[in-house]
């Protein structure tokens, strides 16, 4: 692996990674600082992208064009969408889609985008199988779900909205840049992998747990962010 990318939407997801990080050297494009430095002789280059999916998508294609990154791991929280899926659990992508794809009016289904041959997105199959590996010999007491991520512009925090993402896409957790980092990706033809920790249950308890959770869910991601890295 010559050099992996990371994106993180927010400070909190990125920063604690970039402690890691040794001779660093931060170059600002779009108004993100792109890091580039090494951790455990693995060269990488972290970045917070900011929320959503313009940014997520923005920064993905920078990390192609101008860093020549060959894998991109995003990194982040989540809401769950499962019952089974606890706060502080980590959720593995096998996959991505936008559920705020919304073509319905020209007779398309929910999450289709138009005039794509596909709309849901493949995560590396080699990455989640060492993720999971990590997973089970550095952090085995939290639970690990491998599933659909579905990323859509909206912070989903009632239980309706949360019923018909379930219904529809069989989503495992949602957030806001997932699917729009690994739309990005494929259309480059690079590797990625969604890895998000559970901050809340995307229900009308979401935001008063996200606050609470966030930092505790946060700090599973960055033990296996390392262990992945260590091992690429
Ligand atoms: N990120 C963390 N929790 C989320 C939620 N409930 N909806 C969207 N993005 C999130």
């Not at 923005?58 to 192609?64: A, K, P, R, S, Y």
């Not at 990455?127 to 999971?132: D, N």
């Not at 309706?160 to 949602?174: A, H, I, M, N, P």
């Not at 995307?202 to 033990?223: G, H, L, P, W």
Request: a negative charge; charged letters at 25%; glycine letters at 6%.
């Amino acid at each position: 692996m010559n050099r992996i990318g990371i994106i993180g939407a927010m400070d909190e997801e990125v920063n604690k990674l970039k402690e890691h990080m040794s001779d660093i050297k931060v170059e600002k494009i779009a108004a993100m600082d792109f890091c580039l430095g090494f951790i455990d002789e693995k060269e990488v280059v972290i970045v917070r992208s900011g929320i959503g999916k313009v940014n997520a998508a923005i920064c993905t294609q920078i990390l192609v064009d101008r860093f020549q990154v060959d894998v991109v791991i995003n990194t982040g929280v989540a809401g769950s969408l499962r019952n089974e899926i606890n706060i502080a659990d980590i959720v593995l992508s096998t996959d991505a889609l936008q559920h705020d794809m919304d073509a319905t009016g020209f007779g398309y289904e929910a999450g289709i985008i138009p005039r794509m041959e596909t709309s849901i997105f493949f995560a590396d199959q080699k990455l989640v199988s060492l993720a999971k590996e990590v997973c089970r010999e550095e952090i085995p007491e939290i639970g690990i779900h491998t599933g659909r991520v579905v990323t859509g512009d909206q912070f989903i925090s009632d239980r309706r909205k949360k019923e018909w993402l379930v219904s529809q896409f069989d989503g495992y957790c949602t957030e806001m840049e997932g699917a729009a980092i690994a739309q990005a990706a494929y259309l480059n033809q690079i590797p990625f992998l969604i890895v998000r920790a559970i901050s809340d249950k995307a229900d009308q308890s979401a935001e008063m747990a996200y606050a609470e959770f966030e930092e505790i869910a946060i700090k599973n991601t960055v033990r296996l962010l390392l262990g992945i890295i260590k091992r690429l």
